[in-house]
Nanobody, 123 residues
Framework: QVQLVESGGGLVQAGGSLRLSCAAS????????MGWFRQAPGKEREFVAV????????RYSDSVKGRFTISRDNAKNTANLQMNNLKPEDTAVYYC????????????????WGQGTQVTVSS
């Protein structure tokens, strides 16, 4: 299997930036599309971004377009999410996930999940 561990979360002021990282072990990350999801208290887990196996294709939710950038480094077996101009509504636990298929935006399309990292944005 693939084990995923997120890091980089924390507390920031609105307008600030954070860079989340997802480290993989067990199998080569290059075999998977990588996605980021988030879940706020009392809300369902929602799609944030996904990147294809080679990194050539990316998709973003409308709420983060222009502010977040997903990337990957298959040589280092990592994926990351650069978050700029953060807003209070971005506050959530952020999860990385690996999909054996293409680059889905649905939770059901992912095979492996990390434990999540908390991102809190204050106003």
């Amino acid at each position: 299997q693939v084990q995923l561990v997120e890091s980089g979360g924390g507390l920031v002021q609105a307008g600030g930036s954070l860079r989340l990282s997802c480290a993989a072990s067990g199998r080569a990350l290059s075999s998977y599309a990588m996605g980021w999801f988030r879940q706020a208290p009392g809300k369902e887990r929602e799609f944030v971004a996904v990147i294809s196996r080679s990194g050539g294709t990316t998709r973003y939710s409308d709420s983060v377009k222009g502010r977040f950038t997903i990337s990957r480094d298959n040589a280092k077996n990592t994926a990351n999410l650069q978050m700029n101009n953060l807003k209070p509504e971005d506050t959530a636990v952020y999860y990385c996930a690996a999909a054996g298929g293409y680059y889905p935006n649905q939770i059901s399309g992912y095979d492996y999940w990390g434990q999540g990292t908390q991102v809190t944005v204050s106003s």
